[in-house]
C-alpha cells in the first residue's frame, strides 16, 4: 500500500493536524502530526485523539483514543501512532468497500484558556470537562493493555489485561471475585463464560469511561444487557432497558420479554413487552 498524507486540518487557533497512512506486512497503520497554532500555550490538558475506521453507515469500528501531551505532541509510548489494524481484520469488515478504499475517522480535542472580560484567563474545563479527562484516562488504560493491569480476564479467544480497582468500582460481583481469590490466584487468568467478546469490550469501555457507542447499544444492546446484568451494572442496565424500550418491534418482541422474564429489574421492560404484544395482536 503506498504512503498517503491527508490535507491539513484546523482545530481553531490551537492546532493543526495531518494524517499520514503506512502499513507492513501485518497491519495498516494511522499516523497523526500535530503543529502548534497561535493558542497552543492555552491549552491545560493533553489533546484527546479519537480515531477508527467508519462504515457507509456512520459506525466506528477499531475505534481507540489517544492522549497527546501537548508540548511534545507524542502519545504515550505510540510516537503518534494512534491506530494499527490488522489488514485482514479489517477486509473482513464492513468498513472495508468492494472497490478497496475505507474511510478513516478522527478528531482532535483540546481543553483550553479563554480570556474574560477583564483580560484574564480561565479556565474553560467546566467540571464536565474534567470528567471528560478522567474518563479519558480511564479508557486509555483498557486500550493500551499496559503493564500495570494486575488481572488477565480470557473471554472466548480473546484476552483482556485489566485492573481489579477499576472494575471493582463498577461491579459488585468482580469486587466479590478478586476478593474470593488470593494474589497467588490473581496471577492466573479469569475465563469468563457464555459471553460475547466483543460485547464484553463494549462492557469494559463503558466500566473504565462511563460511555457506551450508540453503534453498540444498536447492535448488540441484548447482548450488553446480559452482561451487565450477570455482573449487576445496574446504570448500563437501564441504559439498555430504555434503549431495547425505545426500539422493540414485532420482531424482537418475544426475545425482549424472554429477557424481562430472566432478570428482576428489567420488569419493567417485560411489561412494555407484554403491552407492546397485545398492542400488536388487536391491531
Not at 491527508?6 to 481553531?12: A, E, L, M
Amino acid at each position: 500500500m503506498p504512503s498517503m498524507t491527508s490535507s491539513t486540518v484546523s482545530s481553531g487557533a490551537y492546532c493543526t493536524w495531518t494524517l499520514s497512512l503506512g502499513d507492513d506486512e501485518s497491519n495498516i497503520k494511522i499516523f497523526l502530526s500535530i503543529k502548534p497554532g497561535l493558542d497552543h500555550s492555552k491549552i491545560v490538558h493533553h489533546l484527546r485523539v479519537s480515531a477508527g475506521i467508519a462504515d457507509k453507515k456512520g459506525n466506528l469500528s477499531f475505534a481507540k483514543t489517544t492522549l497527546i501531551d501537548r508540548n511534545t505532541g507524542s502519545s504515550f509510548g505510540n510516537e503518534n501512532d494512534i491506530l494499527k489494524i490488522n489488514k485482514e481484520e479489517l477486509w473482513k469488515s464492513d468498513c472495508y468497500e468492494k472497490d478497496g478504499n475505507f474511510t478513516i475517522y478522527c478528531a482532535v480535542a483540546v481543553w483550553a484558556l479563554k480570556e474574560t472580560k477583564s483580560g484574564s484567563l480561565s479556565k474553560i474545563t467546566s467540571n464536565i470537562s474534567d470528567n471528560e479527562f478522567v474518563q479519558t484516562q480511564l479508557k486509555q488504560l483498557l486500550e493500551n493493555q499496559t503493564a500495570q493491569s494486575d488481572v488477565i480476564l480470557n473471554v472466548g479467544d480473546r484476552i483482556f489485561r485489566v485492573h481489579k480497582n477499576i472494575l471493582s468500582a463498577k461491579s459488585q460481583v468482580f469486587a466479590d471475585t478478586f476478593y474470593q481469590r488470593t494474589r497467588e490466584k490473581l496471577s492466573n487468568p479469569i475465563d469468563i463464560q457464555d459471553v460475547d467478546p466483543d460485547v464484553f469490550q463494549a462492557v469494559l469501555v463503558y466500566i473504565y469511561s462511563g460511555r457506551i457507542s450508540p453503534g453498540t447499544m444498536e447492535k448488540k444492546a441484548v447482548g450488553v444487557f446480559v452482561v451487565a446484568d450477570k455482573y449487576s451494572i445496574y446504570h448500563l442496565k437501564t441504559q439498555c432497558i430504555a434503549h431495547l424500550m425505545k426500539g422493540m418491534s414485532a420482531v424482537n418482541c418475544a426475545e425482549l420479554l424472554a429477557i424481562g422474564d430472566q432478570s428482576h429489574p428489567a420488569a419493567r421492560l417485560k411489561k412494555y413487552a407484554v403491552d407492546f404484544l397485545q398492542h400488536f395482536l388487536f391491531l
